[in-house]
């Protein structure tokens, strides 16, 4: 009878130790990171007197999918997906000093208002990612998806189509837009006093994105060398 407990302490620490190698190899993901160049982001505005545009060229951050996702355009569907949802780890990052408009006053007047000194970052998260189908082969696959943006230390749920096709067999490029208000991020739409606020910037904003992702180089075989 005393070995029963042993028996017992035994059997639950084997049952742990299955339970912990079977989410390991469930979690077994494919990351494709961005790359440093390739990529661009555009926001478009609009004052009393002129539409104004700023721009980007640097996205950082990475997208991965669950081992056995293949995103394959000329396929009708994409392998591995779960009830029309792929399982998704997406993370974007873009330094607010990165955009630029052209002039150096507009820039410090964004900058300002966007409280890049305290939060030099926005970010975005995906959250859910699904299929919009049929999908035509030939074409990108287009997702309805649901994020987290956070700008200027505020974090918003944000809704958008996003984009995705092969550059080539290891790149992938993902487009998409999507239209805020900046007053949602606690954002005063600048009001520039040098032209003692006779200049008033709308609430409203568009961002416009292009963004490429690779795998990660593979090392070179020693044996080849």
Same mark, same amino acid.
């Given at each position: 009878?005393?070995?029963?407990? /042993? ?18 190899w ?14 661009? *982001? ?9 539409? /104004? ?5 640097? &996205? @950082? ?8 996702? $293949?995103? !394959? ?11 029309? #949802? ?7 990052s873009?330094? *607010? @000093?990165?955009? #630029? ?5 507009? !820039?410090? *007047?964004? %900058? %300002?208002?966007?409280? %890049? ?7 975005? @998260? ?5 299929? =919009?189908?049929?999908?035509? +082969? ?5 997702? $309805? ?15 958008? %189509? ?5 550059? $080539? #067999? ?11 208000k900046?007053? $949602?991020f606690?954002i005063? +739409? +600048? ?7 006779? &200049? =008033? ?16 180089? #593979? +090392? ?6």
């Amino acid at each position: 009878m005393k070995k029963y407990p /042993w028996l017992f302490i035994r059997n639950v620490v084997f049952a742990s130790l299955l339970l912990m190698a079977g989410a390991l190899w469930a979690a077994d993901w494919v990351k494709y990171e961005a790359l440093p160049t390739g990529s661009s *982001v555009k926001i478009d505005g609009t004052s009393t007197i002129h539409d /104004w545009t700023v721009e980007g060229k640097l &996205i @950082r951050g990475s997208m991965e999918f669950e081992e056995g996702v $293949d995103i !394959d355009p000329s396929q009708k569907t994409i392998h591995g997906l779960k009830g029309g #949802k792929l399982n998704a780890q997406v993370e974007v990052s873009i330094l *607010v @000093r990165s955009l #630029k408009s052209g002039k150096s006053s507009m !820039d410090s *007047v964004m %900058q %300002q208002a966007m409280k %890049q000194k305290e939060y030099p970052t926005i970010e975005y @998260r995906v959250k859910e990612m699904v299929l =919009k189908e049929p999908h035509t +082969p030939g074409t990108p696959f287009v997702f $309805d998806t649901k994020g987290e943006l956070t700008v200027a230390g505020v974090a918003r749920t944000n809704l958008m %189509q996003v984009a995705i096709e092969r550059v $080539d #067999k290891d790149k992938l490029k993902t487009t998409g837009s999507t239209t805020v208000k900046m007053t $949602d991020f606690g954002i005063q +739409p +600048p009001a520039p006093k040098i032209a003692l606020g006779a &200049i =008033k910037t709308g609430d409203d904003v568009k961002i416009t994105f292009e963004w490429l992702t690779a795998l990660p180089a #593979k +090392p070179a075989d020693a044996s080849q060398k």
